[in-house]
């Protein structure tokens, strides 16, 4: 068979050994991973036909394992090696299966390793390769690789040797397999997952499978094996056979109490080891309950990807980003949308999240065509669907972190998806089977949805959604438990509406909960080391910065909304109210012994009193009020914490888990009369422009640009269409059609100190007038602001914000408010009161594409300053502080791209839009749309050399 038919064969690979569970043996492993020669061509026809051992003297170098297309791996490759492209629906060639495009890269892999003993029988095993590969050893070939995140594994034994031994790998990027992986990610082919030599003793273990259970204090085992084995426990004092069922009292195993027990399955001449845990994953009374009791599943979705390497992450770097999640209250992952590397399964097991293990399977592009000839419903298709289920089963099967198999990602419907689920479900009957894409719920066992409006969530909440048209159908599907699979896409800054799902999803049982699309942007660092995305390698098809959507960075750095993220899903809620301390505990499984609670007493100057307070061990789901021995004292701020009183793998003793805090400290007031002359200069000194009526200098300080602000520099969110308002126009668009970005100002009047202005937008009659009454309490500058829309009208606005500059020595900003991160009107949820203080150019959130960012709320006091010298203002607003005007950010691609212009830019906030999710899902809420309407505040303004802002 030539290559070229080879690769539109639909089939799965060739060659391969059947799927077996990923074991930690005693029998020797050779790693083979390194830096393996390398070969890139641009097309299959122009592959030159030498493979295997071809004559590798004059080719660069790749690693194993990587993506062959990253730009750092520049200087390693030594010539061209292709370059990444993203896609989030289309496919990167024409719908026309089976067969792969004529413009299809080949990665030519070739190593040497050596052998001091031929083992009896060795087993070559790829965990994945991206792309479809052919596989020689010493000149002979063992078959090919179909199913980029699933291993693969070959008979070695004939064709090893003595001493140096060659693998050649010929990968294309394309075939028949990659109508199957058109997944929301880059298309980035190599060998992605670590290669091994892996020893196989006569009468080993080439597969275990350990069945678990647990109910009612005991748990069960039954360990299947090839060939007879002993099966030990030593914990429990289990010593048997394998097929021998043992039923013992155990703990359970929780993504709360992640209980393992080591299980020793051996032969005479093999050990391997297992950590087992016993649980049990049922769906009871429409509720999806593990060991019998409902669970709430505040996930991520998680892609494998790193800024350097590709789809290769390094196990120091995962190891990392699940402390992260550990730390952030994250309880769950959805692989999203494969397999993930088997070392992450090891560790949500040790670490305790549950796991959705989802199948490398989506096929989102043909949906773009009506789906048709979709491979989910061609029985040319059935045996590659059901070979991958496969591969993940037998592959993950002993995981206790593992709750549900899901049989892949928006690839339609159809009856290669439901053959997948009869073989999960024969195969492992223990855990559900999970599908989104299955709307009616057919042949899967739990509902789950993809970016529901918070309206629908509260409907399927009681039962009250919509109707299926099949009475049975409808029955069977109200008779489910609901997750959403995707939901609050964290695209750039947002998202928004987080509390508000969170509340939906606790007011009842039969809400799973969710998972938050997604953990990580999939940002690559180009050859100088910039952060790039779609487009910036010179793909013709794209979609953009689509790809840059997570809550922390390509290089794991949290952004805000992770923090946020960690306030929701906080697993107990503290109030504090007078000298008591309300703890309602939101753990599904354990008790609260395991935490530690403190609490400080905060003013102007300083920590005023700080201690403990006791707290009794609340069961799951349970509450207790306690008092605190020092009650908050006037103009402080109290906040009481909970703490790990241990250290555990994840975070040190101490881990801030959740707090709450109550305040003491008085509204902003300013209650001396102020006065309002008749001059244009006001004491202290104010100075207008009399063209323009335009503060030209402050309190002393010079100000510039002064002007009414009703826009923000997009954010993604406003570039989408919220879904459910498919009528409506993005919001960039709307207010860019109304002239929010580009208003213009007439002078109306100056009346003393009363300055009348008039904005709008150029060829639209909807004016706003803008009113700013000078005046003065005999220390300071008072400004009375009135901001009123002169046309009735439904308009929306972005913001109502009085934006000017400062001197550039005013480079840093202390605040008494809501911080210490940045805070909107549907975000911020991890921002508490207090003294803040941060340098003006770190307030600006570094996005990969610039837009609205850093906006500090509940401000009552915010003082901007050069070292010696402070600008103060005071009143109750958002102050957003930086380097660079919003029109800069609004017209930068890349976040180099922004570069400070020697002064301070400042917008005083006294009303602001939402930030939503429309970029993927719902749009803003109402309560935090900020709709056109008449607005007015006081703000007071002085200069002075005193102390931190207070």
């Given at each position: 068979?030539?290559?070229?038919?080879?690769?539109?064969?639909?089939?799965?690979?060739?060659?391969?050994?059947?799927?077996?569970?990923?074991?930690?043996?005693?029998?020797?492993?050779?790693?083979?991973?390194?830096?393996?020669?390398?070969?890139?061509?641009?097309?299959?026809?122009?592959?030159?036909?030498?493979?295997?051992?071809?004559?590798?003297?004059?080719?660069?170098?790749?690693?194993?394992?990587?993506?062959?297309?990253?730009?750092?791996?520049?200087?390693?490759?030594?010539?061209?090696?292709?370059?990444?492209?993203?896609?989030?629906?289309?496919?990167?060639?024409?719908?026309?299966?089976?067969?792969?495009?004529?413009?299809?890269?080949?990665?030519?892999?070739?190593?040497?390793?050596?052998?001091?003993?031929?083992?009896?029988?060795?087993?070559?095993?790829?965990?994945?390769?991206?792309?479809?590969?052919?596989?020689?050893?010493?000149?002979?070939?063992?078959?090919?690789?179909?199913?980029?995140?699933?291993?693969?594994?070959?008979?070695?034994?004939?064709?090893?040797?003595?001493?140096?031994?060659?693998?050649?790998?010929?990968?294309?990027?394309?075939?028949?397999?990659?109508?199957?992986?058109?997944?929301?990610?880059?298309?980035?082919?190599?060998?992605?997952?670590?290669?091994?030599?892996?020893?196989?003793?006569?009468?080993?273990?080439?597969?275990?499978?350990?069945?678990?259970?647990?109910?009612?204090?005991?748990?069960?085992?039954?360990?299947?094996?090839?060939?007879?084995?002993?099966?030990?426990?030593?914990?429990?004092?289990?010593?048997?056979?394998?097929?021998?069922?043992?039923?013992?009292?155990?703990?359970?195993?929780?993504?709360?109490?992640?209980?393992?027990?080591?299980?020793?399955?051996?032969?005479?001449?093999?050990?391997?080891?297992?950590?087992?845990?016993?649980?049990?994953?049922?769906?009871?009374?429409?509720?999806?309950?593990?060991?019998?009791?409902?669970?709430?599943?505040?996930?991520?979705?998680?892609?494998?990807?790193?800024?350097?390497?590709?789809?290769?992450?390094?196990?120091?770097?995962?190891?990392?980003?699940?402390?992260?999640?550990?730390?952030?209250?994250?309880?769950?992952?959805?692989?999203?949308?494969?397999?993930?590397?088997?070392?992450?399964?090891?560790?949500?097991?040790?670490?305790?999240?549950?796991?959705?293990?989802?199948?490398?399977?989506?096929?989102?592009?043909?949906?773009?065509?009506?789906?048709?000839?979709?491979?989910?419903?061609?029985?040319?298709?059935?045996?590659?669907?059901?070979?991958?289920?496969?591969?993940?089963?037998?592959?993950?099967?002993?995981?206790?972190?593992?709750?549900?198999?899901?049989?892949?990602?928006?690839?339609?419907?159809?009856?290669?998806?439901?053959?997948?689920?009869?073989?999960?479900?024969?195969?492992?009957?223990?855990?559900?089977?999970?599908?989104?894409?299955?709307?009616?719920?057919?042949?899967?066992?739990?509902w789950s949805r993809m970016y529901a409006s918070h309206a629908e969530v509260a409907a399927i909440a009681t039962r009250d959604e919509p109707a299926l048209d099949d009475p049975e159908l409808d029955a069977r599907r109200r008779a489910m438990p609901f997750m959403q699979c995707e939901y609050a896409h964290a695209m750039g800054n947002g998202p928004g509406g987080l509390s508000e799902y969170d509340e939906l999803f606790e007011g009842s049982e039969r809400i799973a909960g969710g998972f938050i699309w997604e953990w990580l942007e999939h940002g690559i660092r180009d050859a100088a080391g910039r952060m790039r995305y779609g487009g910036d390698f010179g793909e013709r098809v794209h979609d953009g910065n689509f790809v840059i959507d997570g809550l922390v960075s390509a290089d794991r750095e949290p952004r805000p909304q992770l923090e946020d993220l960690k306030a929701v899903f906080a697993?107990?809620?503290?109030?504090?109210?007078?000298?008591?301390?309300?703890?309602?505990?939101?753990?599904?499984?354990?008790?609260?012994?395991?935490?530690?609670?403190?609490?400080?007493?905060?003013?102007?100057?300083?920590?005023?009193?700080?201690?403990?307070?006791?707290?009794?061990?609340?069961?799951?789901?349970?509450?207790?009020?306690?008092?605190?021995?020092?009650?908050?004292?006037?103009?402080?701020?109290?906040?009481?914490?909970?703490?790990?009183?241990?250290?555990?793998?994840?975070?040190?003793?101490?881990?801030?888990?959740?707090?709450?805090?109550?305040?003491?400290?008085?509204?902003?007031?300013?209650?001396?009369?102020?006065?309002?002359?008749?001059?244009?200069?006001?004491?202290?000194?104010?100075?207008?422009?009399?063209?323009?009526?335009?503060?030209?200098?402050?309190?002393?300080?010079?100000?510039?640009?002064?002007?009414?602000?009703?826009?923000?520099?997009?954010?993604?969110?406003?570039?989408?269409?919220?879904?459910?308002?498919?009528?409506?126009?993005?919001?960039?668009?709307?207010?860019?059609?109304?002239?929010?970005?580009?208003?213009?100002?007439?002078?109306?009047?100056?009346?003393?100190?009363?300055?009348?202005?008039?904005?709008?937008?150029?060829?639209?009659?909807?004016?706003?007038?803008?009113?700013?009454?000078?005046?003065?309490?005999?220390?300071?500058?008072?400004?009375?602001?009135?901001?009123?829309?002169?046309?009735?009208?439904?308009?929306?606005?972005?913001?109502?914000?009085?934006?000017?500059?400062?001197?550039?020595?005013?480079?840093?900003?202390?605040?008494?408010?809501?911080?210490?991160?940045?805070?909107?009107?549907?975000?911020?949820?991890?921002?508490?009161?207090?003294?803040?203080?941060?340098?003006?150019?770190?307030?600006?959130?570094?996005?990969?594409?610039?837009?609205?960012?850093?906006?500090?709320?509940?401000?009552?006091?915010?003082?901007?300053?050069?070292?010696?010298?402070?600008?103060?203002?005071?009143?109750?607003?958002?102050?957003?502080?930086?380097?660079?005007?919003?029109?800069?950010?609004?017209?930068?691609?890349?976040?180099?791209?922004?570069?400070?212009?020697?002064?301070?830019?400042?917008?005083?906030?006294?009303?602001?839009?939402?930030?939503?999710?429309?970029?993927?899902?719902?749009?803003?809420?109402?309560?935090?749309?900020?709709?056109?309407?008449?607005?007015?505040?006081?703000?007071?303004?002085?200069?002075?050399?005193?102390?931190?802002?207070?």
């Amino acid at each position: 068979m030539s290559l070229r038919d080879d690769l539109a064969d639909p089939r799965p690979g060739r060659g391969g050994l059947p799927p077996v569970a990923a074991l930690e043996s005693d029998a020797p492993v050779l790693d083979l991973s390194g830096v393996w020669s390398f070969r890139w061509t641009p097309t299959v026809d122009e592959a030159p036909d030498d493979m295997p051992s071809p004559d590798t003297s004059g080719w660069g170098r790749m690693p194993v394992p990587a993506s062959w297309v990253m730009p750092a791996l520049d200087e390693l490759a030594a010539a061209p090696h292709g370059s990444p492209a993203y896609t989030n629906v289309r496919y990167p060639f024409p719908l026309d299966p089976p067969f792969p495009p004529d413009a299809n890269p080949v990665g030519d892999y070739a190593t040497v390793f050596e052998l001091d003993e031929v083992p009896e029988r060795a087993v070559l095993r790829f965990e994945g390769v991206e792309g479809a590969a052919t596989v020689w050893l010493n000149g002979v070939e063992l078959g090919t690789t179909r199913g980029s995140r699933l291993p693969t594994s070959f008979e070695a034994t004939p064709s090893l040797q003595l001493g140096a031994n060659r693998l050649d790998v010929r990968v294309a990027q394309f075939s028949a397999a990659s109508y199957l992986e058109d997944q929301d990610e880059w298309w980035a082919p190599g060998i992605i997952r670590e290669v091994t030599l892996r020893t196989r003793p006569v009468g080993g273990l080439d597969d275990v499978f350990a069945r678990v259970g647990w109910a009612d204090g005991v748990g069960s085992l039954l360990v299947e094996t090839p060939v007879p084995a002993t099966v030990e426990v030593p914990e429990l004092g289990i010593q048997g056979s394998s097929g021998e069922r043992f039923e013992v009292p155990a703990e359970p195993w929780s993504a709360e109490s992640p209980r393992l027990y080591e299980t020793i399955v051996s032969t005479d001449t093999e050990r391997v080891v297992l950590r087992i845990g016993f649980r049990s994953v049922s769906v009871a009374g429409g509720v999806l309950r593990v060991n019998g009791v409902a669970i709430k599943l505040r996930g991520v979705n998680r892609h494998e990807h790193h800024p350097e390497l590709g789809r290769a992450v390094p196990r120091k770097v995962m190891d990392a980003e699940l402390a992260l999640m550990k730390q952030h209250n994250v309880n769950a992952i959805r692989t999203s949308h494969y397999p993930p590397h088997p070392a992450l399964l090891d560790a949500a097991d040790r670490l305790g999240f549950y796991v959705i293990d989802e199948c490398d399977i989506e096929t989102h592009g043909f949906g773009d065509v009506g789906w048709r000839r979709n491979p989910s419903d061609e029985p040319l298709w059935r045996e590659a669907y059901l070979d991958r289920a496969a591969r993940m089963v037998e592959r993950d099967k002993n995981h206790p972190s593992i709750i549900l198999w899901s049989l892949g990602n928006e690839a339609g419907t159809g009856q290669n998806l439901r053959a997948m689920t009869e073989w999960i479900h024969d195969r492992d009957p223990s855990r559900p089977v999970h599908y989104e894409g299955d709307y009616d719920c057919e042949y899967v066992d739990i509902w789950s949805r993809m970016y529901a409006s918070h309206a629908e969530v509260a409907a399927i909440a009681t039962r009250d959604e919509p109707a299926l048209d099949d009475p049975e159908l409808d029955a069977r599907r109200r008779a489910m438990p609901f997750m959403q699979c995707e939901y609050a896409h964290a695209m750039g800054n947002g998202p928004g509406g987080l509390s508000e799902y969170d509340e939906l999803f606790e007011g009842s049982e039969r809400i799973a909960g969710g998972f938050i699309w997604e953990w990580l942007e999939h940002g690559i660092r180009d050859a100088a080391g910039r952060m790039r995305y779609g487009g910036d390698f010179g793909e013709r098809v794209h979609d953009g910065n689509f790809v840059i959507d997570g809550l922390v960075s390509a290089d794991r750095e949290p952004r805000p909304q992770l923090e946020d993220l960690k306030a929701v899903f906080a697993p107990v809620v503290l109030t504090v109210a007078g000298a008591s301390l309300t703890v309602r505990s939101r753990y599904d499984v354990i008790d609260t012994a395991h935490l530690s609670f403190d609490w400080v007493i905060e003013r102007a100057d300083g920590v005023v009193s700080r201690g403990s307070v006791d707290v009794p061990a609340i069961p799951p789901r349970g509450s207790a009020t306690v008092a605190l021995p020092a009650p908050a004292v006037p103009g402080s701020v109290l906040t009481v914490s909970a703490r790990l009183a241990e250290p555990t793998e994840w975070a040190p003793a101490g881990h801030e888990v959740a707090w709450g805090q109550e305040s003491l400290v008085a509204p902003a007031s300013f209650p001396q009369a102020p006065t309002f002359p008749e001059a244009l200069e006001v004491t202290p000194a104010v100075t207008l422009d009399p063209r323009t009526g335009t503060p030209t200098s402050i309190a002393g300080i010079p100000v510039a640009d002064w002007r009414l602000e009703l826009w923000r520099a997009p954010i993604d969110n406003d570039f989408g269409v919220a879904w459910g308002e498919a009528e409506r126009r993005p919001l960039e668009e709307r207010w860019r059609a109304i002239g929010l970005d580009q208003l213009a100002s007439r002078l109306v009047s100056i009346d003393g100190s009363t300055v009348t202005t008039r904005v709008g937008g150029a060829g639209r009659d909807e004016l706003v007038e803008l009113i700013c009454r000078w005046g003065s309490d005999g220390s300071a500058v008072l400004l009375d602001v009135t901001v009123t829309p002169l046309v009735e009208t439904d308009q929306e606005w972005a913001r109502v914000g009085l934006s000017f500059t400062l001197p550039t020595a005013f480079a840093g900003m202390r605040w008494f408010g809501l911080g210490p991160g940045q805070g909107y009107p549907d975000t911020g949820q991890a921002n508490r009161l207090g003294w803040h203080a941060a340098a003006v150019a770190d307030l600006p959130v570094p996005h990969v594409r610039p837009q609205e960012s850093g906006s500090r709320r509940g401000v009552r006091e915010v003082a901007f300053t050069d070292g010696a010298q402070r600008f103060v203002a005071e009143g109750e607003f958002a102050v957003t502080g930086r380097p660079w005007s919003t029109e800069a950010v609004a017209s930068a691609t890349h976040a180099d791209e922004l570069q400070p212009d020697g002064r301070t830019h400042v917008v005083l906030d006294l009303a602001q839009y939402g930030v939503g999710t429309a970029a993927c899902g719902p749009g803003v809420l109402p309560d935090y749309r900020l709709f056109a309407h008449p607005i007015t505040a006081t703000l007071r303004f002085s200069s002075t050399d005193s102390s931190p802002a207070a």
